[in-house]
């Protein structure tokens, strides 16, 4: 029996991929919610597909699914690269690509590891210089983490006072400011199987999607979703979305590539959940049936 083990909080995304994964009554394929304790070295998981759709929150995780991959599994997405992407660096990406980034500064976290001292941060400059931070990014802005995804950890702020209140609350994360776009449209573009795309309209205000899908293809940044499938060839991503805040002709990437996309049916429009269902579903059944592995080149 190939089992498919979905690591994820309690979302409906998993429930539904499970039931399809299930509902085709594969004699040799069964999906489940999966269950770990220790990890041992060497030892290979009793998963043969691994979906990760919580090591961004769960640190553990990521140990568990590295060992799983490097022991044969197959883990979607592949965890030696998303181990080592964060929003800072997938901006990089999107840059080389031809995108617009808005004006962004990576900031030091606030509070450091107990264990350090003043001795050990010589090499960081302190205070920061916060009005000249503020004259480069311009307001309104977004601060966030720059390792998390969705909604977490992320505040608008409107001046210095705001942004100095929501960075002392930060604790050691670090964290991103970046320049708010007042956009006229914003797209979120999801890739599944390095092949298929829904490009969907979307409002970060209500954090809901929109049903009239643009499809035009002299849509402003479809240069970037057109090349979306070739960037998930390239950085071994099974599933990702990237945004797109447009601003007359201008497309500026504001969250380049998130491996864990909100797939809330009462958000992405029940129509949508159900296509990105189907095409995940089809995705882990293929890794398990071709028997896949993760590779960490």
């Known amino acids: 029996m190939k089992k498919i083990g979905v690591f994820s909080a ?14 085709f009554n594969h004699s040799d394929i069964k999906a489940e919610f999966a269950l770990a304790g220790e990890t041992r070295l060497f030892e290979p998981s009793h998963y043969k597909v691994i979906i990760d759709r919580l090591s961004y ?51 030091p976290s606030k509070e450091q590891h107990p264990a350090c001292s003043n001795d050990d941060l010589l ?21 966030k983490s720059y390792d998390g995804y969705g909604y977490r950890d992320v505040y608008n702020v409107h001046n210095v006072e705001e942004l100095l209140q929501a960075y002392n609350g930060s604790g050691r994360q670090v ?9 006229d449209l914003f797209v979120k573009a999801f890739v599944v199987g390095k092949k298929d795309i829904l490009v969907v309209k979307y409002d970060p205000a209500s954090r809901g999607y929109l049903d009239d899908s643009p499809e035009d293809k002299s849509l402003p ?8 499938v070739d960037l998930a060839k390239e950085l071994d991503l099974d599933f990702y ?17 998130n491996p864990v996309p909100n797939c809330r049916p009462e958000t992405v ?4 959940f159900d296509w990105l269902v189907d095409k995940f579903a089809a995705l882990a059944i293929e890794h398990a049936r071709n028997n896949k592995t993760t590779t960490c080149g």
């Open 10 to 23: 309690s979302e409906e995304f998993s429930h539904a991929v499970i039931h399809k994964i299930n509902g």
């Open 57 to 107: 929150y769960v640190d553990y995780f990521k140990v568990y699914f590295k060992n799983a991959a490097m022991s044969g599994s197959s883990v979607i997405n592949n965890p030696f690269k998303t181990c080592n992407s964060d929003r800072f660096y997938n901006y990089s990406i999107a840059k080389k690509m031809g995108a617009l980034i808005p004006r962004t500064v990576c900031l």
């Open 123 to 143: 090499n960081l400059k302190y205070p920061l210089d916060w009005e000249e931070i503020a004259d480069f990014v311009g307001f309104p802005a977004i601060l």
């Open 175 to 183: 964290m991103i400011l970046q320049e708010f776009i007042k956009y």
């Open 221 to 228: 940044g479809r240069n970037m979703i057109d090349g979306a």
């Open 241 to 257: 979305a990237m945004e797109l805040a447009i601003k007359g002709d201008a497309a500026y990437a504001v969250n380049f590539i």
């Open 269 to 272: 429009s029940q129509k949508n």
